[in-house]
């Protein structure tokens, strides 16, 4: 697996291509992300937005219109990329695949699995290939997505705490924002983030 990364607009939103066997994979394609994007793919087979915000999901028309490729996002969020619900100018998109929560895909002979973590908003996901996850803006290093803006639910964001600190397998995360860094090391910041929501 290649993974090329590049932080996208003011809020440097990371924007991801995963390549395996030749198969790029574009995940959460930001603001202005779209010619990083097209210099960088060779082979695209889908665009996997993590969730619904605005500075993940910004170029996913024009990405989508130039490649000709689908896009996949949780279905609870799908509303937020032609609803602009933040009032931010966000180009209008439309998810091609609603994901429905922890539900798994093999595209061209590569899988990749979603996996429901809402909290930061109601489909929040992160999205893993073998022992790799994108978290979006689930998991940071040192930190977690912000749970108090609108559409947001602290009580949901522990529960998904809960979940994530069930898994036994060690992951390498790549955040929305941010450094990259495992599971096990983030375990001791996740259970102390709960006493702040």
């Known amino acids: 697996m290649n993974i090329q990364i590049q932080p996208m607009g003011v809020y440097q939103t ?87 929560a922890d539900e798994t895909f093999t595209l061209e002979g590569v899988t990749f699995s979603y996996h429901l973590f809402p909290g930061h908003t109601p489909g929040c996901s992160v999205i893993t290939f073998d022992n790799i996850m994108f978290s979006g803006d689930f998991i940071f290093q040192n930190s977690i997505g912000r749970a108090d803006f609108p559409y947001s639910s602290p009580a949901d964001m522990i529960k998904s705490i809960d979940k994530v600190l069930q898994w036994e397998e060690d992951f390498t995360i790549y955040p929305g924002h941010g450094n990259a860094t495992k599971l096990s090391t983030e375990r001791r910041s996740l259970n102390a983030w709960k006493n702040y929501l």
Do not use: R
Not at 29 to 53: E, F, M, R, Y
Not at 58 to 78: F, T, V
Not at 83 to 98: M, R
């Open 14 to 100: 990371n924007c991801y291509i995963i390549t395996v066997n030749d198969k790029d994979f574009i995940i959460d394609p930001g603001v202005d992300a779209t010619s990083w994007v097209l210099s960088h793919c060779k082979n695209p087979i889908a665009i996997l937005n993590t969730h619904g915000h605005f500075d993940h999901v910004w170029s996913n028309k024009e990405i989508k219109e130039a490649l000709n490729i689908p896009i996949y996002c949780p279905k609870e969020d799908a509303f937020m990329l032609h609803d602009d619900p933040f009032g931010q100018g966000t180009p209008s998109s439309t998810a091609d695949v609603l994901v429905n």
